[in-house]
């Protein structure tokens, strides 16, 4: 039985006059552990669920690349010889950058219908755009002749994200699209693009994804915003400490002892990166020996950094993250994604999912008057082209 997703995004392409065409699907992604620390060189542990963003693509004889959305409106036409700046293409400037990437590496891309259905909410932490993006690469490159490698789509994804359509964020989301692995959560160095895997407990955990409600947008200001705050305290660290690159290079003890150096924002924003790189190292060690009640309690120190010293929480995360940890079989909560809204990820014991997700609703109904939506998460797959059977 063919899932709903892609049930959903072949009514959509016949109901528009796009039916037909290859099937590719590429998965979003929730964070352990790892906030906002990728673009500062950290090390985090994503782990790639089974929802993300589908996508048809129908070649074309002309040199036109069109991109149309069951979830969102409007259809974009585009000559591929003469790709609009980003700001001009709406939610098409993901395709369109990927699209822009692989003509400048000298592939030849046919004309394409690009026709896309999600089952991730936008905006809500779980890297839409990232699975958009590689999606995009791995249907373009097989129309061309010559599939990207999952290490490859993801370094193409992230330059067309950053680039492109101007976000100016770390290589996490995209890397764990492209290389997850069921069972997995991916050890990912920032800093020197290694990887490597982390088996985790699946008899004894689960994900759940609460949805406080809110959105965000990444291209606005506040997110960049804090990069820009932490990239000024990076710059004046580096005048006392030379050998350093980025954050992830600094140690507590080097960042308290400095901290009469900096301006109050640049040193909490510093503070939050320098305190999760460590926070980050050791849960690894703690999933590798199986201990979730520990790796938990680092869950809450991360939401609590995010929310005082990066100041990336909302009330309503906040609140998510209370109600999770109130019930008995959840081992810890922290926000996902950027922040501003959007998701927090629970990690619970698998046999208490159900009373669990009761229990979010219940509380969070009650608080704000409006009913969450909860995603119980399974591990998701590697990118590509799902072939019929």
């Not at 585009?78 to 709406?90: K, R």
């Not at 394409?112 to 995009?136: F, H, K």
């Not at 159900?354 to 109904?365: K, L």
Request: aromatic share 8%; net charge neutral.
């Amino acid at each position: 039985m063919e899932r709903p997703l892609f049930s959903r995004l072949r009514a959509f392409a016949a109901a528009t006059g796009r039916s037909g065409g290859r099937l590719f699907f590429a998965s979003g992604r929730v964070n352990l552990l790892g906030a906002h620390i990728d673009y500062h060189g950290g090390c985090v542990l994503p782990v790639a669920i089974d929802r993300g963003i589908a996508l048809l693509a129908r070649p074309r004889a002309d040199r036109r690349l069109t991109v149309a959305s069951a979830d969102f409106p409007g259809r974009y036409d585009f000559a591929l010889d003469a790709l609009p700046p980003a700001g001009d293409a709406g939610f098409a400037a993901y395709p369109a950058g990927v699209a822009q990437l692989l003509r400048e590496a000298g592939r030849e891309l046919p004309g394409c219908d690009l026709t896309i259905a999600g089952d991730l909410p936008p905006g809500a932490g779980m890297s839409s755009s990232a699975a958009l993006l590689v999606a995009t690469a791995m249907a373009l490159s097989t129309l061309s002749g010559a599939p990207l490698e999952p290490l490859e789509a993801a370094r193409l994804a992230f330059r067309a994200e950053t680039g492109y359509v101007g976000v100016r964020c770390g290589i996490m989301d995209p890397f764990a699209s492209a290389l997850g692995r069921a069972g997995h959560a991916l050890w990912l160095d920032c800093k020197e693009e290694r990887f490597d895997y982390v088996p985790l407990p699946a008899d004894r955990l689960a994900f759940v994804m609460l949805d406080s409600m809110t959105r965000r947008d990444l291209k606005s200001g506040a997110f960049n915003q804090r990069v820009a705050e932490s990239k000024a305290a990076l710059a004046t660290l580096q005048r006392h400490l030379p050998a350093i690159t980025c954050l992830r290079d600094v140690t507590v003890e080097q960042l308290d002892a400095l901290r009469g150096e900096l301006e109050p924002q640049p040193f909490q924003r510093a503070r939050h990166v320098v305190t999760e790189v460590a926070r980050v190292r050791r849960a690894r060690e703690l999933l590798l020996r199986g201990e979730l009640l520990e790796f938990g309690q680092l869950m809450w120190l991360s939401h609590l950094s995010s929310r005082h010293l990066y100041e990336v929480s909302t009330p309503r995360l906040d609140a998510l993250h209370e109600i999770a940890l109130g019930h008995p079989g959840c081992y810890g909560a922290r926000l996902t994604g950027a922040g501003f809204g959007g998701c927090a990820l629970a990690v619970v014991h698998p046999r208490v999912v159900e009373s669990f997700c009761a229990h979010v609703v219940a509380a969070f109904e009650q608080r704000f008057g409006q009913r969450p939506e909860i995603h119980p998460l399974a591990f998701g797959q590697a990118p590509g082209e799902v072939i019929e059977r």
